[in-house]
């Protein structure tokens, strides 16, 4: 999953330690795959069916918080 982030005001891997430290999130910045990858995030969903759903709730939640809404 790379999520893309371009519209926040936040660079990758400050969204990245947010998402951890305020969400139990783990998600790794784009950035450290080169220039390229900032406005990205990187995440594996190696679990089951209902821990990605509660997964992806929490990401809602936790984006949303920071002005981050589901483009149409």
Do not use: Q
Not at 39 to 59: I, K, P, V
Request: charged share 20%; hydrophobic share 40%.
């Amino acid at each position: 999953m790379d999520p893309d982030i371009v519209s926040c005001a936040i660079s990758s891997a400050d969204l990245g330690d947010y998402l951890l430290n305020d969400h139990a999130i783990a998600a790794v910045a784009g950035s450290v795959f080169g220039a390229s990858g900032e406005g990205h995030l990187r995440m594996a969903y190696s679990c089951s069916a209902e821990e990605c759903t509660r997964g992806l709730e929490r990401l809602r939640t936790a984006l949303a918080s920071i002005g981050l809404k589901k483009k149409a």
